[in-house]
Every structure is written in structure tokens, then in C-alpha cells.
């Protein structure tokens, strides 16, 4: 038997367990004054479900489960066996996809919005790498069915109150905002077509990891109109100087003015919550889905994000036969569980005791034992019965480390 | 897209959510206080620990996780693809094999004896039926490292706090115990040999499916010498009559006198608690590693058992060189959670208010509701801010039946 958990994944020591407890359970009860219900769907979904669109990275990052019994036989007598057909489950690639699935299963009996809450692991068949695990948790808010800024600024004020309750203010976090459809009024501005809207957008998406000039050549050397290209990079440099008032005038013929009516909305209120949410029109996200606004959470910090989302409008539509508008965000819980490890978190302490018994004692003498610790456990302390080792300091040095500080000899 | 969790498995609605949340936080907190310890494992092993043993009827019920990229277009390349040699991992079957395999790879940073808590999600690919799933969520605690009844003694003391704490008092739950051992003597005193062990075992197992005449047949029909199978059952029946004091006298020559005084130990001391520990010699267990003490939780108003567990001192064995003596007692979660939605139980009542806001809101006023918001959630109410929709009546009945009991209009 092999002691090593499998590759890519990983046991979590008692010691991070009690930091991802403690987070875990701020982030919940955060969320759940803002009246976002807890919800939880199988960690596997059907085969179809998650490998039915259109060709994205993602796909090739499932894991999948083997069919059983008489239908795993039958796949294996053909003459030419298919990998396809031999599977007919797959792991959560994230819980955007099983949400939008659990909504449609279930509306009959969900209010209306619904305000979903999902801390859970997802799994992703990467090559493993430090820090990066095929195991990981992902901790997202949605709100399913309002349409009007109220679901963006409910999600911002949540998370801004969770990050502001673990000490994040220290880092100085920001919001960066976009929506999907002022990036598609710049480019019909400009001459592009819908159908080149979502090309553009994935390599633009590139712009944290290759830069601007990354960014100029691979749309160069892409399939667009080179002079399109750099006629959009250039105004997209103007865009980047404007405020969002000067862009309502300069994309008034392209776009719904309430699109940018709707960012200043959530910018100016948020304001005063002494929240920073900064219009970047460079922002457009790597996920297909989303429809409308964007935005991602970041700081000075650290250079990855940590955290995220959009509008997703269009997805509930692939499982009911009916369009419903849909939001989310996700914290990067791993990144901050990472962020507190290394910043030497404490979390609060809770006074942990150790009885410590001899071999030898008779059944009056433990009867004692036990009923001191019920007493003290019923005053809400942590009582922890051990039999002393042979090397008794070597094995409270042991208990130490998880925190004990009082050790009681019986 | 299909909107149906795959078959066998299910989403969780909210108020079953809320039920479940609030049963976890009491039971992880109860075990807390008695100095278990939270951890967590990967939801997948690899496949060759879950099915490396002596083909237990559980191998069949493991869902396995097919190979990636070039490793699997080398099998899929083989003239006969065979169903092993397609997979590498496979999701855990239960939550103790894990908890071995963890040991054995964090030992060095465990205390002596290691106190662990899991509450997790475990798969069987089993033939859906009605209440039985092929994911459901399994609470252990387990103490890896004590020999003596002192790990008895807090496994009982602490699922009976819990038991009692969320109401089940009212059933007059009780536990019965066995000690492997005992059973070994008394076969032995008959005349049946150590290899025998097992196999008498799995048939006595099934006497409350079966009844005692099930099992007489099934023993009979068995490769045993059938007059030791009939004085067998005769003494076993003598000895369900008799106190663990007459066994004592019965067994001198067969058993350890230790054995039965270590479960008069642990029926004297957990009496004072008010707890009813009953000797039971018929009690056998399902599963093949236990070695010596094993136990049930049951109640005279359900057939089957609420709990139950026992001692595998020869199981990490497998995992390190080393003996470690090994214990731990599982709570049947998925089995609580429905007889406390029969007899619809409730949970603490909290405050949740409902901000009605209607559509024409300008930004200030909206403002006005999200500080207002934001001032009665620090005072820890919950508010959740919601457009109303042309069905008013209808949206807010949904809120309703969440536990909104307050709706202000803005």
C-alpha cells in the first residue's frame, strides 16, 4: 500500500486545517448576513454536462470516471475501443457549471433572486506544479436572477467585508471592472465584426502574463485586419486615459448608454463603503461565459489576482429553455490561505488542556479523570485525555505545536 | 445539457442544507472539545490501496478514474485493452482507509496518540435505492496510538455528548459492544481453528438480516463440521444469557482475562455518564480489519444502526512498518439528517429580513437602503436586498419558506 497521497493532490496538515476552518467560517457567516444561501451539488456531473462546448482549454482538464459493470463490458468486446465511450461521469471542473445545472433542477423550490453560496473543491487534471494542485477549493457567491447593478454591489460589498474582516485592508485592495460589451462597442467602433469578438478578447486576455507588445503580435499575426489592429490597440490606449464620462461621449453611437451609466452606479456607491473599484477597459477575463460586467480583485501585492467574475447571462439558458440573468464571484481561497500561511496568521486562540494519565490507573481513579474533563468540556473548554508516553516530553513538545499550553498530571 | 445530478447522487436543497450545516457545527464542535482534530484527505486514492485487499465485496463498488493523455493512448493502443490497466485513481470508499494512509504520511508531525476528526463525502457505486446514495457524507473520529480503553471511553463519551445534545436522548439510544476476541474464544472452545475465524464471521454478521435460523442454515450449508456448528450456536445462546463475570469463568482456558475486564472497564465507567453500554456476543461487524473491541449505536425505534465502529490494530500496519494500535467510531450522518427531517426538526431561529427595493430606485436612494444594510448586519442580522417583481405576493412566499419572517419595503 502506498503512503503517498495521489499526485497532484495532498493531505493538509491539522495546523493549515485549523487556519482553512477559521477562514472558512468568516467567509461563511459574512456571506450569509448579505442572505446568500449554502448550497451543495454531487462532486461529479454527467460526461455531456462537461464536455459539451465549444473546444475551451478546460476540456482537456477533466477527470473522468469509467462506466461500470455490463456497460463497461460491452465498450470493451468492440473491435475499436473509444475513450469517449468508456466514460460516462466526470470530477467538478468548477461551480459555475453545476450551479447554473442545480438551478435549473431545482427553481420550483428556490426564491427568486436566488443567492447561491458554494465553498467547495473542484478538480483539474493540470500538470502539477508548486502551489498549483489538481485539488483545490473554490469559494463562490452568485446571484441568479436579478439583472440590475443590485446583484454587482451586493457581491462587492461581500466579498470587500470578508477581506476587510481577515486584515486584507493592509494590502490595499482594489476592484477592477470592465463589461464585455464595452469592449465589443470599441471593437465595432473600430470596424471588427461580432463573430471576431471572442478571438480578440482571449488573446487580449493575455495581457497580465505577455504585455502590450505580446498582445500587438500575436493579433498581428492572427487572422484580423492588421490595420483594424493597430487603429484598436491606439484607441484602446486613449480609452485607457479617459474617464467613463468622456467614454459615454465617444461610444454613444455604439453602445446603450446605460452600460456605462451602470458602472458609474456601482463605482460611486461602492465609493462609499470606502471601497476602490477602478473602470479597466484592458480587463476581459478568460472564461467564455460571461456576457456583461466583469471584474476582477486585486493588489500591489502580489501580481495574480485574488479573485473574480462576471455575468454570465447566457449559461442558465443551456439547461432550462429560458434566459435568466446570472452573477458571481469567486475568492481565490488557496491564494489566500496561502497569502495568511505565509504572513504567520494567528488565528484566535482557544485554551486547549491535556490531561495526562498514567498506565496504571485503576477504573475509580479514570472514572475521576473523565468526569473532570465532561465538567470542564461543559464550560466550553478543549480537554484532551492522554496516557503519558514513555518520552513524555518529547510527546507533549507534540501537543504543544497543535497549541496546547496547560498540561494537568493525573 | 441535462440538468439532473448523475444517477445515484443528488443536490441538497437548502433548508436540508441548513439542517445539515447546523448538525455539523454542533458534532464538530462536541468532538472538538474532547481534542479531536479536523483534517482532510484527497477525495481520490490511488487505485491500487482501495483495492489491494482480499476481495472484500466493497471492491466492487469503487468508481475509478480513467487515465490521462499519452498514458491512456498506450493502453487504448494494446491489441486487448484490459478495464485495470485504464485506470490509475479511483474516489474513496470510506473514510478510514484514508485516515491510515494519512497517518502513515504525516506521522512525524502528529501527536502520540493522534486524535482525528473527519466529516467528508465517501462513493459507492452501489444500485441506487430509495435514501441509499452513491455519495453521501460520513463523521468519524478515530485515535491512532492508545492501546488502552481510555480510547473507548472518549469515542463513546463523545458521540453520546452529541447524541444527547441535538435530542436524541428521546430514543433511548443505547450501545452494544463485542470484543473480536471473544468471539475467537468461543469458537475456539468449540473446537473451530483460526482460519475459520472470518468466514464464521461474515455469515454471523448477517444475523439481523437473517435471524438466528439464517443463520444456522447458512453455517450448516457451509465446509464446517456441523457438530461444532450446532454446539456452537448452543453456546453461543447459553453465553447471550450470561453476565461478562460468568464469561469470564466459562472462557479461562480460551481468553486473556484482560479482554473481559476491559469491557466491564468500559460498561462500569460509561454507566456513571448515564450511558447504557450492553455486552453483546452476537455483535460481529461488517467489515474484515477489526481485531478486537467493536461497537454499535442503536435505538429501539429504527432497525438499523445509528453508529458504529470498533478497533483495526493491524491496518497501518500496511501502510508503515510499524504496529500502531488503531480505533474509531462512525456516525451514521446521512441516517441522522433524515430522521431529524422526519420528525421535522427545528433549528435555531435566526433574523432574517428581507429589503424590498423597487426597480426606479436612483442611485442615493439606493445607497441609503446598502448603508442601512450594511449598519444591521455589524449588529449581526442577516438583510438580504431584493428588486421586487411583478408577483410580489409569490416572490415573497419564497422567502418565506427560507425562514423570512421580516420584509421592509424601500
Redesign the interface.
Request: proline share 2%; with cysteine.
Given at each position: 500500500?502506498?503512503?503517498?497521497?495521489?499526485n497532484g493532490?495532498?493531505?493538509?496538515?491539522?495546523n493549515e486545517?485549523?487556519l482553512r476552518?477559521f477562514l472558512l467560517s468568516e467567509l461563511k457567516d459574512t456571506y450569509?448576513?448579505?442572505?446568500f444561501?449554502?448550497?451543495?451539488?454531487?462532486?461529479?456531473?454527467?460526461i455531456?454536462?462537461l464536455i459539451?462546448n465549444e473546444g475551451w482549454e478546460n476540456e482537456k482538464l477533466i477527470?473522468?470516471?469509467?462506466k461500470?459493470g455490463e456497460k463497461?463490458k460491452k465498450v470493451?468486446s468492440n473491435n475499436e475501443?473509444k475513450?469517449e465511450d468508456?466514460?460516462?461521469?466526470g470530477?467538478r471542473y468548477d461551480l459555475t457549471l453545476p450551479l447554473c445545472?442545480?438551478y435549473?433542477?431545482?427553481k420550483k423550490?428556490?426564491?427568486?433572486?436566488f443567492?447561491s453560496l458554494q465553498c467547495d473543491?473542484v478538480y483539474r487534471?493540470d500538470r502539477p506544479q508548486l502551489g498549483r494542485y489538481r485539488?483545490f477549493m473554490q469559494c463562490d457567491i452568485d446571484i441568479i436572477g436579478?439583472s440590475?447593478n443590485?446583484a454587482e454591489?451586493?457581491l462587492i460589498?461581500a466579498t470587500s467585508?470578508f477581506l476587510k474582516k481577515i486584515g486584507f485592508d493592509k494590502y490595499k485592495f482594489y476592484y477592477e471592472i470592465n463589461d464585455r460589451k464595452i469592449l465589443k462597442a470599441i471593437q465595432n467602433k473600430i470596424g471588427f465584426s461580432d463573430s471576431e469578438f471572442q478571438n480578440i478578447c482571449i488573446i487580449q486576455d493575455k495581457y497580465d502574463k505577455i504585455g502590450i507588445q505580446g498582445v500587438k503580435e500575436e493579433l498581428l499575426n492572427s487572422n484580423f485586419d492588421n490595420d483594424l489592429v493597430l487603429k484598436y490597440l491606439d484607441l484602446l490606449n486613449d480609452v485607457n486615459k479617459m474617464s467613463l464620462e468622456e467614454l459615454k461621449k465617444l461610444l454613444h453611437d455604439n453602445i446603450d448608454v446605460n452600460v456605462i451609466e451602470n458602472l458609474l452606479?456601482i463605482i460611486?456607491?461602492t465609493k462609499?463603503?470606502n471601497i476602490d473599484v477602478k473602470f479597466n477597459p484592458n480587463l476581459v477575463r478568460g472564461m467564455g461565459y460571461y456576457t456583461d460586467t466583469i471584474y476582477e480583485i486585486k493588489t500591489d501585492n502580489f501580481n495574480s489576482s485574488i479573485g473574480g467574475g462576471g455575468r454570465y447571462n447566457d449559461l442558465i439558458k443551456?439547461?432550462?429553455n429560458e434566459s435568466i440573468p446570472a452573477i458571481g464571484i469567486s475568492i481565490g481561497f488557496e491564494r489566500i490561505v496561502n497569502i495568511l500561511l505565509n504572513d504567520n496568521y494567528k488565528i484566535p486562540d482557544i485554551e486547549?488542556e491535556?490531561y495526562c494519565?498514567e498506565?496504571t490507573l485503576d477504573?475509580n481513579s479514570?472514572?475521576k479523570v473523565?468526569?473532570n474533563a465532561?465538567k470542564e468540556?461543559d464550560n466550553?473548554?478543549?480537554?484532551?485525555?492522554?496516557?503519558n508516553?514513555k518520552n513524555k516530553r518529547f510527546?507533549r513538545e507534540?501537543?504543544e505545536?497543535?497549541g496546547y499550553n496547560k498540561f494537568l498530571d493525573c
Amino acid at each position: 500500500m502506498n503512503k503517498n497521497p495521489v499526485n497532484g493532490m495532498r493531505d493538509i496538515s491539522i495546523n493549515e486545517m485549523n487556519l482553512r476552518i477559521f477562514l472558512l467560517s468568516e467567509l461563511k457567516d459574512t456571506y450569509k448576513k448579505f442572505g446568500f444561501n449554502e448550497i451543495r451539488t454531487p462532486i461529479c456531473e454527467s460526461i455531456s454536462n462537461l464536455i459539451s462546448n465549444e473546444g475551451w482549454e478546460n476540456e482537456k482538464l477533466i477527470f473522468k470516471i469509467q462506466k461500470r459493470g455490463e456497460k463497461l463490458k460491452k465498450v470493451l468486446s468492440n473491435n475499436e475501443v473509444k475513450e469517449e465511450d468508456l466514460v460516462d461521469m466526470g470530477l467538478r471542473y468548477d461551480l459555475t457549471l453545476p450551479l447554473c445545472r442545480y438551478y435549473a433542477n431545482n427553481k420550483k423550490d428556490l426564491p427568486m433572486p436566488f443567492k447561491s453560496l458554494q465553498c467547495d473543491y473542484v478538480y483539474r487534471a493540470d500538470r502539477p506544479q508548486l502551489g498549483r494542485y489538481r485539488e483545490f477549493m473554490q469559494c463562490d457567491i452568485d446571484i441568479i436572477g436579478e439583472s440590475s447593478n443590485l446583484a454587482e454591489i451586493d457581491l462587492i460589498l461581500a466579498t470587500s467585508t470578508f477581506l476587510k474582516k481577515i486584515g486584507f485592508d493592509k494590502y490595499k485592495f482594489y476592484y477592477e471592472i470592465n463589461d464585455r460589451k464595452i469592449l465589443k462597442a470599441i471593437q465595432n467602433k473600430i470596424g471588427f465584426s461580432d463573430s471576431e469578438f471572442q478571438n480578440i478578447c482571449i488573446i487580449q486576455d493575455k495581457y497580465d502574463k505577455i504585455g502590450i507588445q505580446g498582445v500587438k503580435e500575436e493579433l498581428l499575426n492572427s487572422n484580423f485586419d492588421n490595420d483594424l489592429v493597430l487603429k484598436y490597440l491606439d484607441l484602446l490606449n486613449d480609452v485607457n486615459k479617459m474617464s467613463l464620462e468622456e467614454l459615454k461621449k465617444l461610444l454613444h453611437d455604439n453602445i446603450d448608454v446605460n452600460v456605462i451609466e451602470n458602472l458609474l452606479d456601482i463605482i460611486e456607491i461602492t465609493k462609499e463603503f470606502n471601497i476602490d473599484v477602478k473602470f479597466n477597459p484592458n480587463l476581459v477575463r478568460g472564461m467564455g461565459y460571461y456576457t456583461d460586467t466583469i471584474y476582477e480583485i486585486k493588489t500591489d501585492n502580489f501580481n495574480s489576482s485574488i479573485g473574480g467574475g462576471g455575468r454570465y447571462n447566457d449559461l442558465i439558458k443551456k439547461y432550462l429553455n429560458e434566459s435568466i440573468p446570472a452573477i458571481g464571484i469567486s475568492i481565490g481561497f488557496e491564494r489566500i490561505v496561502n497569502i495568511l500561511l505565509n504572513d504567520n496568521y494567528k488565528i484566535p486562540d482557544i485554551e486547549k488542556e491535556l490531561y495526562c494519565v498514567e498506565n496504571t490507573l485503576d477504573r475509580n481513579s479514570k472514572l475521576k479523570v473523565f468526569k473532570n474533563a465532561m465538567k470542564e468540556r461543559d464550560n466550553n473548554k478543549i480537554i484532551n485525555i492522554i496516557k503519558n508516553s514513555k518520552n513524555k516530553r518529547f510527546q507533549r513538545e507534540g501537543f504543544e505545536k497543535l497549541g496546547y499550553n496547560k498540561f494537568l498530571d493525573c
